[in-house]
């Protein structure tokens, strides 16, 4: 699959990485990639299933600082050492990997992505091709999370649907998929469900 | 392959017949029992027939706590996966996948697919291959379910042993009926001699719709002759009969009264007293003896025939009843039986009449039995004559039997004709075309004789228990027989077909008619000439 031939920015930097799931910080805070998002970081593509902001140092912690203005704006404007004191990551299972020519393959990267490397958002045509297969939905029904990483995952194939021509087939589709590998376990099958509605 | 796949074979055996689960898009609702599927394994393919359609939860607890599908995302996901569709099938031939094994045709199943063979409708081509083309052994009696495909029955094979025809009364019997006698006539494969209780068959059939169809006699005119029991019944219907049948007292022999023991009521007593008459007066004279100086005999009389007086009145007041048929004479100005034999014999077909009878149990079993069992002896004696080198074997007789459980119940069946017939198979050349609405009623022995059988819808549990009597499969069959259509639908089984099939059967109509042509005469020979040299050559 095409991963996109123009360069486009990068929206972060590998600061943790394991075979399974690596972390990334975000260029800016407050802004990480959308829950479910595709990135590829190195030869590792991604699924987003976990963010946080929380302070630089583990020492200060944030403390509330709104008391009497009228709007969050506000705190920020006032506080411009915020922006600096705080960091946002993001957390992505790792869900396949990309060959160097444009191609991904739903494996697992030989290795994990170097750290300080870029992270990028797949494209809306990587996304498509990706999602063609269904060898993926494994991966994330493992995820670490439970109920948040099944949350990661509708929100992958919602998001992945809007690159689809049929976007409720393609939907049907992943519930047809998602059926018999949750047999036993109806409630999280309708959760699921649920979470990705058209 | 560009059919339409339906599923997987999941599991199941060769007994009990094989599990296949539904491809979520197909629809269950589109499939039916009765309707033949292709199993595609890995040498060959098995042509299996749809005996239950079932629905499957792969979670118990959905049972339970039904998904939310009045949403339809849910319904739709659901639909095949956690929730699916499930076939029983039954394999009943394997084709051969490879070009060796294609002339052989169709086989038997000895074996099953593996697990995961796809499934597929059957083609136009697989049913043709199965059935064979229409030819000169086989017509076509009609078409699977949903299919454009014609079914044919082996005409040859269909007379060589005898024949059921159940239904409940309405579904379609006669004209069935009449289709495999039409056939049979054009096909040249058996002389066929109908005992027409109902007078349907010769001249025209009157279905409860008002609706007219033609008997035998307006399709095949010289081919087939009418007899009649009752001239003017047959006159006010507007046949001309070519022979109006009387039976002499010196016809009727003591057993033709063993079996009508029932239907006059005649004790076994009364049954030996008529033995005992034979024996003294002749066996063709004891009727006439006693019809004519039966009353008023001394008790010194009856004490040396060896009977007791209450004995002899009781049977002389029930055989009054035989006075009372007007066919029954004292002595027959034209013998029947020879002119029938004639007609028998040269291959012509007969349809029997019975006129105004058409209730009347004593004359069907006395007519019925009289003739046969005259026919019957003349064709052993042609068949072993023919055996020890002299003259050549009678052609096959069917002979056709309405309200045959008359005739075949298990209280008479071992004693009439019809028994023997049924229980000799072709050994003299005769069998039988059992027509009835009650199989139930038919004794179990001569059911099971029935190599061939075309059912149509029957409700009573029992009649479906006797129909399927000593069929492999009956499980299975038995739910595809209640489930068939009221009218113009049959399960067809047996020994002139290769598999059992349901079929909708074809009309019986102009059309059939004109497809029919000119008779083959039985037993070889040409057909008869359309016209005769006088029309074609007038002075």
């Known amino acids: 699959m095409a991963l996109g031939t123009a360069r486009p920015s990068p929206i972060g930097e590998v600061v943790a990485a394991e075979t399974a799931r690596f972390t990334a910080e975000c260029y800016e805070v407050h802004c990480p990639p959308p829950l479910g998002s595709l990135v590829r970081a190195g030869e590792a593509l991604g699924v987003v299933f976990r963010a946080e902001t929380a302070g630089l140092e583990p ?66 045509e990587a996304v498509r091709a990706f999602t063609a297969s269904w060898d993926f ?9 439970g109920e948040a990483s099944d949350q990661a995952l509708a929100a992958c194939l919602r998001a992945a649907s809007a690159t689809h021509p049929d976007s409720r087939a393609f939907l049907v589709a992943a519930g047809k998929e998602l059926a018999p590998r949750l047999r036993g376990d109806l409630p999280r099958l309708t959760a699921l469900l649920r979470g990705m509605r058209p | 392959m560009t059919q339409e796949r339906l599923g997987l074979v999941v599991g199941g055996s060769l007994t009990r017949g094989l599990e296949i689960k539904l491809d979520p898009g197909v629809s269950i609702e589109n499939m039916a029992v009765g309707r033949y599927i292709v199993l595609q394994g890995e040498r060959r393919r098995f042509l299996a027939m749809v005996t239950d359609v079932s629905l499957g939860a792969m979670d118990p607890a959905l049972a339970l706590a039904p998904p939310e ?28 996948g490879d070009v060796a094994a294609l002339p052989a045709g169709p086989q038997p199943v000895k074996t099953v697919p593996a697990h995961f ?84 068959y010769g001249w025209q059939v009157s279905a409860e719709h008002g609706r007219r169809a033609k008997g035998l006699k307006q399709l095949f005119s010289s081919q087939v002759a009418v007899f009649t029991l009752d001239e003017e019944s047959s006159r006010r219907r507007g046949i001309s009969p070519d022979f109006v049948v009387e039976l002499g007292y010196d016809e009727i022999e003591p057993e033709d009264m063993a079996l009508l023991a029932e239907a006059l009521n005649l004790t076994p007593l009364a049954v030996d007293a008529v033995y005992a008459l034979a024996r003294r007066f002749g066996r063709s004279r004891w009727l006439k003896w006693l019809l004519e100086e039966g009353e008023g005999q001394t008790p010194e009389t009856l004490a040396s025939l060896n009977i007791a007086e209450g004995t002899f009145q009781a049977l002389t007041r029930r055989l009054e009843r035989l006075r009372r048929l007007p066919f029954l004479v004292e002595k027959a100005a034209r013998p029947a039986l020879p002119e029938l034999l004639q007609y028998l014999e040269s291959g012509r077909h007969v349809v029997l009449e019975f006129g105004r009878y058409d209730r009347d149990d004593v004359a069907h079993i006395l007519v019925a039995n009289v003739l046969a069992r005259r026919i019957h002896d003349r064709w052993r004696a042609r068949c072993e004559a023919a055996r020890g080198g002299g003259g050549s074997e009678p052609p096959i007789l069917v002979l056709t039997l309405e309200e045959a459980h008359k005739l075949l119940s298990p209280q008479v069946a071992r004693q009439t004709i019809f028994g023997t017939i049924a229980r000799e198979m072709r050994k003299f050349r005769v069998t039988l075309l059992v027509v009835d609405q009650r199989p139930s009623g038919i004794d179990g022995e001569i059911m099971s004789q029935l190599a061939t059988r075309l059912l149509c819808l029957l409700d009573s549990e029992e009649d479906i228990e006797a129909a399927l009597a000593g069929v492999p499969g009956k ?34 109509d102009e059309e059939f008619y004109r497809s029919l042509g000119p008779a083959r005469r039985a037993g070889g020979g040409p057909p008869e000439p359309e016209v005769t040299i006088e029309e074609l050559f007038p002075e």
Request: glycine share 10%.
């Open chain 2, 69 to 96: 599908v009045s949403d339809p995302f849910f319904a739709e996901v659901m639909r095949g996966t956690a929730t699916y569709g499930k076939l029983q099938v039954m394999p009943m031939l394997a084709i051969g």
């Open chain 2, 475 to 508: 499980g299975e069959l038995r739910t595809v027989l209640s489930r068939l259509e009221s009218r113009q639908q049959a399960l067809l089984l047996g020994h002139a077909l290769p598999v059992p099939v349901v079929v909708r059967t074809r009309d019986y």
């Open chain 1, 137 to 145: 939905l494994d991966r994330l029904l493992a995820g670490p999370l």
């Open chain 1, 59 to 124: 020492g200060r912690v944030p403390i509330a600082r709104g008391r009497g203005y009228a709007r969050e704006e506000d705190v920020y404007r006032e506080n411009p050492q915020l922006a600096k004191l705080l960091r946002t990551t993001f957390e992505s299972l790792a869900v396949g990997s990309w060959d160097g020519q444009g191609l991904a393959i739903p494996r697992l990267p030989p290795a994990p992505p170097r750290l300080h490397g870029f992270v990028y958002l797949c494209p809306p």
């Open chain 2, 117 to 200: 063979a796809e499934a597929y409708a059957a083609s136009q081509a697989d049913m043709e291959l199965v059935f064979g083309p229409e030819d000169e052994r086989r017509m076509v009696i009609g078409s699977p379910l949903d299919m454009e495909v014609k079914v044919c029955l082996d005409l040859e094979r269909l007379a060589e042993r005898s024949t059921g025809v159940f239904g409940k009364t309405g579904t379609g019997k006669t004209y069935l009926t009449l289709l495999l006698l039409a056939g049979l006539i054009q096909k040249g494969k058996a002389v066929n001699l109908v005992f027409d209780m109902h007078n349907d």
